[in-house]
């Protein structure tokens, strides 16, 4: 197996460096279908949800190296999410064709005082529970044996029965027992790494 990630802030850190792709690809991997849903949550169309999503990696990427993270200030998501709001909030002004224009200093001061309601909150912190475990299932299917992976799947997601898995997988009751436990605990592991960024 791979070993755990290496802290959010360390990769934070790595992403001031343009060229550090394995970087780039991890915050992409975690971050741009969290955004991506979420938009697509929100009622954008699919292209609108991904031209949003880039916006926002653009977003990132202009702002990472000014970026001084301390977690006591608070959460990246949450910095994310506001980015994610300020772009959304751009989008929609554009499809209106309101007379006032978001990138009007006045309009984005504005925007950016106004809390997000509580069920933006909530949407997005759901969307981050299910971006973090989806990744965390990607992770530790890579590093693993399909069969491994189809014994915890079969019996901690889909609720099927231990000895009927291991007769269809040719394992052992026991076999399947530990890779569930093996799997869970890699999980655990992963979703941990990333709960407090």
Excluded at 117 to 144: G, I, M, T
Aim: proline share 3%.
């Amino acid at each position: 197996m791979s070993e755990i990630p290496p802290t959010r802030a360390s990769l934070l850190v790595r992403l001031r460096d343009r060229g550090d792709e394995a970087a780039w690809t991890e915050f992409i991997d975690l971050y741009g279908a969290l955004v991506y849903n979420y938009a697509r949550k929100q009622g954008l169309q699919a292209a609108d949800a991904a031209d949003l999503g880039q916006e926002v990696l653009r977003g990132v990427a202009a702002s990472i190296g000014r970026l001084e993270y301390d977690p006591r200030r608070g959460l990246f998501r949450n910095w994310l999410f506001t980015l994610v709001r300020r772009r959304l909030a751009d989008w929609r002004v554009a499809q209106h064709r309101l007379p006032c224009r978001s990138s009007d200093s006045a309009t984005r001061h504005v925007l950016e005082q106004v809390e997000a309601p509580p069920l933006e909150e909530a949407a997005w912190e759901a969307e981050w529970q299910e971006r973090v475990f989806a990744w965390a299932c990607e992770q530790v299917r890579k590093d693993v044996a399909d069969s491994t992976w189809q014994a915890f799947w079969k019996t901690a997601m889909e609720g099927q029965r231990t000895q009927s898995v291991a007769t269809e997988l040719g394992l052992t009751a026991s076999a399947v027992y530990v890779a569930r436990h093996r799997v869970l605990a890699r999980l655990k592991e992963l979703v941990q790494s990333v709960r407090d960024f």
